[in-house]
């Protein structure tokens, strides 16, 4: 077998630096950006840092959001349900201040028996795409924008869902102080421990904001150049969010649209593409139309992530729930275009300098995969650059009124879209674009089969 382990260094100078570490939870991030895993004993840890390896079964990465195998594809039962070697991600072994047992956590990824990375761990599927990207000399920037509710616990626990009344006040907002500072104060002790949190286990928060309704926020990470990287802050700080909110007795959900009335919870990513000299290829003169610097590299960019969204709509919009964010007036997509400092595009443009010349993706959910959003979004771009795809004009005002490529916003259109798509499938690679597409019809087809209450509502004494 190949050598994929990062070495015993890593473990050996944590477990010194922290003996009253007990345990350690083993992370991997399946199709849907859940978390799974297991907990391993201090001195199993070793093994995830050496040619040993923890094992785990390789169906655990092609779930439906439900945790439940996939019947109708080769993964899991069909197959036998074997194991693949994990081993740890490099740099990311950290404590964790929210558990009652001494314990610390750690990414890992999965390989096959031969050493070469297992198909379906979105660790790889990103990387084949940074490799694509490097061949033609260039390195992506990027920067994840979370948005999220905080919901009342006790509440949520009885089937009432609602966000979460202040811990120091016991106000419960009903409306929408959009960057209201004073919401911030409301929850300060949980906002400080989620600050905490990140700082002990090295994830660049940058800012904390109260959004667009009662009860959401949004964090910012910090630009990196390593997108894999910038991906593990992005699940690792998904993580921290949810287990300090636990702590505190509360619910942080990422769901896209938790309340029907209220404002969707987004991922957004700004990339930006560094040259070998570390120059950002993005700069250049000014589009008068929109006062943004764009090169003909950010132009070809645009051009290829507009011509690729329709079929990478099911990645950024992986579940049922994702649709319910996607409608007009919302500052949510629903249609392919670009535009300069304009929230109602799916491509904005922020930046007003060379050094800052980026592209902001805003069409995916905070319930979506990172890495498959960060694959999708830098293939998109590679396509465009590649080929010199040219873009659409860009647009001026409400993008809602103006024409435009449109995109699927139903579930089962979006499937179709990427299923019959002929670019994105290219990147992500014919066995995974396969396995992601089953396992998404799969949960598609039992979700379309369940009985809503608004059908009572609606039809049981109506039909």
């Known amino acids: 077998m190949l050598k994929h382990s990062p070495g015993a260094t890593e473990a050996e100078t944590f477990l010194a630096a922290h003996p009253e570490i007990l345990a350690v939870d083993m992370l991997i991030t399946d199709m849907n950006g859940i978390l799974r895993g297991k907990q391993l004993a201090r001195n199993y840890l070793g093994k995830l840092y050496d040619d040993d390896g923890v094992r785990l079964p390789g169906s655990i990465f092609l779930l439906d959001s439900t945790g439940a195998n996939v019947l109708t594809y080769d993964y899991g039962t069909r197959d036998g349900d074997p194991d693949y070697y994990c081993y740890a991600v490099p740099g990311l072994l950290a404590p964790v201040p929210w558990s009652k047992?001494?314990?610390?956590?750690?990414?890992?990824?999965?390989?096959?028996?031969?050493?070469?990375?297992?198909?379906?761990?979105?660790?790889?599927v990103l990387s084949r795409t940074l490799d694509r990207l490097a061949e033609i000399g260039l390195k992506p920037v990027i920067a994840i924008e979370y948005e999220f509710y905080i919901l009342d616990g006790e509440a949520a626990a009885q089937g009432v869902y609602r966000p979460a009344a202040s811990p120091s006040s016991a106000f419960r907002a009903h409306q929408t102080n959009v960057y209201g500072v004073d919401d911030l104060y409301e929850f300060e002790d949980l906002l400080s421990d989620i600050h905490a949190a990140c700082k002990l286990q090295g994830?660049?928060?940058?800012?904390?904001?109260?959004?667009?309704?009662?009860?959401?926020?949004?964090?910012?990470?910090?630009?990196?150049?390593?997108?894999?990287?910038?991906?593990?802050?992005?699940?690792?700080?998904?993580?921290?969010?949810?287990?300090?909110c636990r702590r505190h007795g509360l619910v942080a959900t990422f769901m896209a649209k938790p309340f029907a009335e209220s404002a969707g919870s987004g991922l957004h990513i700004h990339a930006s593409l560094l040259d070998k000299d570390g120059r950002n290829v993005f700069a250049g003169p000014v589009d008068d139309r929109i006062n943004r610097p764009v090169s003909d590299l950010m132009r070809f960019a645009i051009g290829g992530l507009v011509e690729t969204m329709p079929e990478a709509m099911a990645i950024?919009?992986?579940?049922?729930?994702?649709?319910?964010?996607?409608?007009?007036?919302?500052?949510?997509?629903?249609?392919a275009n670009w535009g300069g400092d304009n929230r109602t595009v799916s491509l904005r443009l922020p930046g007003t300098d060379d050094k800052s010349a980026r592209i902001e993706h805003r069409v995916a959910g905070a319930d979506a995969n990172p890495y498959l959003v960060a694959t999708?979004?830098?293939?998109?771009?590679?396509?465009?650059i590649v080929n010199k795809i040219e873009p659409p004009d860009p647009v001026v005002g409400?993008?809602?009124?103006?024409?435009?490529?449109?995109?699927?916003?139903?579930?089962?259109?979006?499937?179709?879209?990427?299923?019959?798509?002929?670019?994105?499938?290219?990147?992500?690679?014919?066995?995974?674009?396969?396995a992601f597409a089953t396992a998404r019809r799969f949960e598609c087809e039992n979700y379309h089969y369940q009985i809503q209450p608004l059908d009572y509502e609606w039809y049981l004494r109506n039909a």
Not at 322 to 328: F, I
Not at 376 to 384: I, N, S
Request: glycine share 6%; aromatic share 10%.
């Open 101 to 124: 047992r001494p314990t610390a956590q750690v990414l890992a990824s999965m390989y096959h028996d031969d050493g070469t990375p297992f198909f379906a761990d979105p660790r790889h």
């Open 203 to 244: 994830l660049p928060a940058e800012t904390f904001v109260s959004e667009y309704a009662a009860g959401q926020f949004e964090i910012n990470l910090h630009h990196c150049d390593n997108a894999l990287l910038a991906c593990d802050h992005a699940i690792l700080l998904e993580r921290a969010i949810k287990q300090v």
């Open 316 to 335: 950024f919009a992986p579940n049922a729930n994702s649709y319910r964010r996607l409608r007009p007036g919302t500052y949510a997509p629903t249609r």
């Open 376 to 384: 999708a979004m830098l293939a998109g771009m590679h396509h465009g």
């Open 398 to 434: 409400d993008a809602y009124s103006q024409p435009a490529q449109e995109m699927p916003v139903r579930w089962s259109s979006a499937l179709d879209h990427f299923q019959n798509g002929k670019v994105i499938r290219h990147y992500l690679g014919d066995r995974y674009s396969e």
